[in-house]
DNA sequence: TTCATCTATTTCGTATACGAACAAACTCAC
DNA sequence: GTGAGTTTGTTCGTATACGAAATAGATGAA
């Protein structure tokens, strides 16, 4: 006789625990806003993506990213270069030390994923994924034809 | 030979497109953003609540609460009152058609939920919840630990 | 009483994010 | 080619959120 858990409200419990934290910690060691080392983690994996790219794997409007990258752009973490054939592209490479940040962070992440997941089994971490994933993908389409 | 899903940028992910559409919603439907929302489910159930009590809840600054106040009391939607015996204290009422928009929005939450939830059983509910759970609590104390 | 200290809230400065509106570059039908 | 419409990114105005510092009230020890 346990009623449903409200979804709703824990993740947003959940995300805003964990995104502070680990704003705050990267803003400590590094100076950097989460969104802006999840830009470097992104470029280190695949540089010369275009601007749009990496606001859509970022979950993040162009218009937001515009701005982060100009200040990025100011620190000399990242270089905005143009797309060969199309004068519209902007593509993002690497500069400066940003290398250097991501391998320093990114063993930090693995291990506060792992330590997160330690408590669940595979089984419950496969059901957990799958959860993540469904909600990602069909928050937009539940929320928006819920009546009026 | 399954790897252990990146919890980090699953919540993200998860949230990301959870919060924006039911923020896209709620400003459409009531002119609020979600978190203005949150304020008004929150004193529906009780009244009277501190502004600190309140920004527990929500797991908000109380910095960043006093604005939204501000911006909520101009509208008419909330009425902040005085502690009886304490004078910092500042106990926050729901005022105008406030209720009004609560009774509206929160059978419409719930249909939300259950609708995210429908592709899980019980069990797979709890194991959801528990981690949820789990990452609220034990964020910032494991971010924190990590060797720098 | 009175001064130091603690607590609740507000103010301040800055970063982040959104959507709308815009500009520039491309595509395609003709 | 030319003009309509699309795509890509930037600019603009506003709201949200944070942390640090300031304010105002409460509490307690001397």
Redo the contacts with the bound molecule.
């Keep these: 006789m346990t009623r449903p858990p409200k979804v709703f409200f824990l993740v947003h419990k959940a995300h805003t625990a964990l995104i502070?934290a680990v704003d705050?910690r990267s803003r400590r060691d590094a100076g950097l806003?989460m969104?802006?080392q999840g830009v470097l983690f992104l470029l280190e994996r695949q540089e010369g993506l275009?601007?749009?790219e990496v606001a859509d794997a970022l979950?993040?409007?162009?218009?937001?990213l515009?701005?982060?990258?100009?200040?990025m752009e100011e620190r000399g973490l990242v270089r905005?270069g143009s797309g060969e054939?199309?004068?519209?592209?902007?593509r993002l490479f690497l500069a400066g030390d940003a290398r250097a940040l991501v391998a320093k962070s990114r063993p930090m992440v693995s291990g506060w994923n792992a330590t997160l997941l330690a408590p669940f089994d595979a089984a419950e971490q496969k059901v957990i994924a799958r959860f993540l994933t469904h909600v990602a993908e069909y928050a937009e389409e539940i929320v928006e034809e819920g009546a009026t």
């Design positions: 502070r705050r806003s969104t802006q275009t601007l749009g979950s993040l409007g162009k218009s937001s515009s701005g982060l990258i100009d200040r905005r054939g199309d004068g519209r592209i902007v």
